[in-house]
Each structure stands twice: as structure tokens, then as C-alpha cells.
């Protein structure tokens, strides 16, 4: 099952101030994307969220887990997040923490995270994306990957995906 809702949350400081002057009511929207599968053990599920409206820069948030469990834990589950940059000739500064890094290109996969966790049912990712003037948008993509509790083998790619392409 796929959902994509659009979330409404309050634009903080120079932000706020900039579009109270020209008259808009202050706040910017986001966008998420989730989707689960049924499994033997319990449910994967995957979540991806960004805004969808910006000034300089732009939050990504990603979550990958294993719900509704009855206790069973992953042997290993790995969140894989991709960002692309939506426009001709785009580049986009991606951030982790402090890391971050700027690739070009026309919606190409722009970058990657990816953490993977051991013995887990939870791997959260977040960080800024701040894309050029020929940018129309960024899309961010989840994605799950792991070993299902002892015995039940590999878990192969299951995403959810959020943007304008």
C-alpha cells in the first residue's frame, strides 16, 4: 500500500519574517510517502518525508522498521536514501550532520546515505538539501534492505518515494 499525505508545518526566522513580507501566511508545506508489506514476522515499513516548498534549503527525513513484530528482531536492516535534484542542469548540497556534499546533474540519483544497523527494527535518517536556482524541487527515495529474524532470510528492496518525478 502506498500513501502520500501533505503535512503543514511553521516556518521559523528570516524565513518567517521574508514571507510575512510579501504577505503569505507563513508557512511551508512538506510531503511523505510511506508504504508497508506484510511478512511473515510482521510488517515492513518505509517512510519517506521532505518539503515541498522552500526558500534556500530544504529537510529530508527517512525511516525504515520493523512493526508489528511479536518481539522477532532483524538481524540486520539497512536504510538506503536517495536525493535528486529536479531540473535542467540542477545541483543540490546535500547534508548529513555536518558531512554534506554538491552534485549536478538532470533528476539523476544526486546522492546516497546509507546506514545499516545490527540486531534492529529502526534505522532513521535525516539532513538539509539545498538546491540551486535551477532546481524545481528535490525527490527523496527510501529505501529497506536486511535479514528478517533468524531463519527468514534476505529482504530484498522495498522503497518509498516522495517528489515531483
Known amino acids: 500500500m502506498v500513501r502520500v499525505k501533505r503535512l503543514g508545518m511553521v516556518v521559523g526566522g528570516a524565513a ?8 503569505t501566511g507563513g508557512s511551508a508545506q512538506a510531503a511523505s510517502a510511506d508504504n508497508y ?12 518525508y521532505e518539503c515541498n516548498t522552500y526558500l534556500t534549503s ?23 536514501t536517495k536525493i535528486y535534484a529536479n531540473g535542467l542542469s540542477a545541483t543540490v ?8 556534499a554538491t552534485i549536478s546533474g538532470n533528476q539523476t540519483s544526486i546522492g546516497q546515505v546509507r546506514w ?14 539545498r538546491p540551486s536556482w535551477t532546481a ?17 532470510g534476505s ?7 516522495i517528489g515531483l518525478w
Open 93 to 100: 548540497t546535500i547534508s548529513k550532520d555536518q558531512a554534506s
Open 16 to 23: 518567517a519574517a521574508a514571507a510575512m513580507l510579501v504577505g
Open 116 to 129: 545499516t544497523k545490527y540486531v534492529s527494527n529502526l534505522v532513521e535518517l535525516s539532513g538539509e538539501a
Open 58 to 80: 530544504c529537510s529530508w527525513y527517512t525511516k525504515v522498521q520493523l512493526r508489528n513484530n511479536g518481539g522477532r528482531i532483524m538481524d540486520r536492516i539497512t536504510n538506503t
Open 155 to 161: 529482504v530484498s528492496a522495498k522503497c518509498a518515494k
Open 136 to 152: 524545481v524541487g528535490i525527490t527523496t527515495e527510501a529505501c529497506l534492505t536486511g535479514d528478517g529474524p533468524a531463519g527468514y
Open 37 to 48: 508489506w506484510n511478512v511473515p514476522y510482521g510488517q515492513l515499513y518505509v517512510s519517506a
